[in-house]
């Protein structure tokens, strides 16, 4: 009897569906149409085109945090595939599942360096080498292969899903344009992919969490601090859990914000070192035992490396190591150790943490325009309801907005590792399809300042053909306001194309006003209150943009200490480095 087969496109795509995926996204080219006439064409699966490719990568990890589970990219050879680039390099930064899908070049033609369109030259007159972006893209992923052999094709496409699953990082799947065609195994489909999270060794595991028990039941103040990672491999409730489990004191960082319901008894506030509402960092530094999940020790993330957590109180459950009290195991994922710790915890030998500390309120500030940043952080906390999706861009809006307040089952989305100005424009509208998939009732916010969204303001184009409705707070502080606070204020080229019409923008990408979206700017606090308090921008059924009047020196008090803490560090740095070379340190107060 013969086996059943199918389209490598079609088995391909059918894996992604069994994953969750129902919109595919990217940007059509020449040696990919072949491949998206298979999306057309699939039942359960729609194509989703946006503008370029790097928002298409961009959309695609906006995508895949909401849905937590990887997003499909596809675009073409070459000149495609570098422009994501930028994109895919974030979402591997920050352990963001993304199967990028590149339609190259025909094997025949690959194979005798012919000099197609897309292709780089080569050297030396040998002919162009189309391996090379290949190259360029490997070190940015989990999974990397090029599927040139019907027989191992549908190995190849199990093995680099998988990864991207367990690693929760981006993946690539090359796929020359005449391989889409070719047959192969229909029934190994009806397998599903194991994707459980498994450390080689259990009894190694078993002692690891005997260790970290040992630590809780000898702790009388511990602290959890939720980082981003714990999203990342799914385990926003596993890590809720043991909060509820140890009594502890809850808190979560910049990168992890809302993953502890901040309306929580147990939920003190956001750990960032010293940059740390007061009262925060003494409930962390003070307390017997900090569990840390998920972290991620990136400078922003930190407080400018100043986290004073002793290693001989601290332990740490990473997708690379465990850390208890100073011993660190390398290669073991803190998944399966997390589910086992928090299924093995016995509430009747751990002590409260005791009493919540009080932590300092916002202050004040005065500035040139009516409305602050702290102004406006107070006004989005205000503004905040359960389930919201919030976006918040790189830029100063990241440094103020870890202190809004927010309520329970909040998703919280912003680069602040590998901060690639422009990006969380794109994501918001690839947070918006996958809010939709999910049919969840929540908002989907955005905060954004004008240089950020100039970058790449062309998707709300995306988000108007898509008939998204969300909420876009368009910080408008003339120009990059965060460069200023590193470097020059004054200087040109922290100026950006002045005088934009932001309240007709949607109009220009297609939206009509009144109907598919609406516009309103204000520049004063009153202003400001109306807008949130009014039930079309609370409950929105449209696409709306709030251009808000903020001054371009005003500051949030985060950005300046960060500031000045890292261009501290960095400068003594500089002149130790300099001294050894025998060079002359030029003193400045950047990065």
């Known amino acids: 009897m013969t086996s059943a087969t199918t389209a490598l496109a079609t088995y391909l795509f059918t894996r992604l569906h069994q994953l969750g995926v129902k919109n595919v996204l990217g940007v059509p080219g020449d040696f990919n149409l072949l491949l998206l006439d298979f999306v057309e064409a699939f039942d359960g699966l729609n194509w989703v085109g946006f503008c370029n490719e790097l928002n298409a990568a961009y959309a695609a990890d906006g995508y895949a945090r909401v849905k937590k589970h990887p997003a499909a990219l596809v675009t073409t050879f070459g000149v495609g595939e570098l422009s994501a680039l930028n994109g895919i390099s974030g979402s591997h930064a920050e352990y963001v599942p993304i199967v990028h899908i590149v339609g190259t070049s025909g094997r025949p033609v690959a194979e005798n360096q012919i000099m197609v369109h897309h292709a780089n030259p080569g050297k030396n007159g040998g002919g162009p080498d189309h391996s090379v972006y290949r190259m360029a893209s490997e070190p940015f992923s989990c999974a990397h292969e090029y599927i040139t052999d019907p027989a191992k094709a549908a190995d190849q496409i199990d093995y680099v899903i998988s990864e991207v699953v367990k690693q929760s990082m981006p993946g690539y799947i090359f796929l020359p344009v005449d391989m889409v065609t070719k047959k192969v195994d229909a029934e190994r489909l009806s397998i599903e992919l194991d994707l459980e999270i498994k450390n080689p060794n259990a009894e190694a595991e078993n002692s690891i969490v ?313 520049e004063t606090r009153e202003e400001l209150d109306k807008v949130i308090t009014s039930e079309e921008i609370k409950n929105p059924d449209k696409a709306i943009l709030v251009e808000v009047i903020l001054d371009k020196f005003d500051y949030p008090w985060r950005l300046t200490e960060q500031v000045r803490i890292m261009s501290g560090k960095n400068m003594n740095l500089y002149k130790k480095y300099a001294a050894e070379k025998g060079e002359v340190c030029i003193e400045r107060t950047a990065y």
């Open 210 to 522: 005997s260790e970290i028990l040992e630590a809780i039941y000898a702790s009388k103040r511990t602290s959890v601090v939720v980082d981003v990672l714990t999203e990342r491999h799914n385990a926003r409730e596993l890590a809720q859990e043991l909060v509820r489990k140890t009594k502890s004191h809850a808190f979560t960082t910049p990168m992890g914000k809302g993953l502890i319901d901040e309306t929580d008894a147990q939920f003190v506030g956001l750990y960032n070192g010293e940059l740390s509402r007061g009262g925060v960092s003494d409930a962390v530094v003070g307390s017997d035992l900090v569990i840390d999940v998920g972290p991620m020790f990136s400078d922003s993330n930190t407080g400018g490396f100043t986290r004073k957590v002793e290693s001989e109180k601290n332990v740490i459950l990473h997708p690379d190591y465990i850390s208890v009290r100073g011993k660190t195991y390398k290669g073991v994922h803190f998944l399966p150790v997390l589910k086992k710790l928090v299924a093995q915890i016995d509430a009747s030998k751990v002590t409260s943490a005791g009493e919540k500390p009080t932590i300092a309120p916002l202050e004040d500030v005065k500035c040139d325009t009516d409305i602050s940043h702290t102004d406006f952080v107070k006004a989005l906390s205000k503004f905040a309801q359960p389930d919201d999706i919030v976006l918040i861009e790189s830029g100063t809006c990241q440094f103020g907005s870890p202190d809004v307040d927010t309520k329970e089952n909040t998703r919280w989305i912003t680069q602040i590792y590998y901060s690639s100005i422009g990006f969380t424009l794109p994501a918001m509208v690839g947070a918006g399809i996958a809010n939709r998939e999910l049919e969840k009732q929540g908002r989907v916010l955005l905060v954004e300042g004008d240089g950020s969204a100039q970058m790449t303001i062309q998707e709300l184009g995306t988000a108007v053909r898509q008939g998204l409705t969300p909420v876009v707070f368009l910080l408008n502080n003339s120009g990059y306001s965060i460069e200023r606070a590193i470097w020059g204020p004054e200087q040109s080229y922290n100026d950006i194309c002045p005088d934009w019409q932001w309240t007709k923008i949607f109009e220009v990408f297609g939206g009509v006003e009144g109907k598919t979206c609406k516009h309103v700017r204000v």
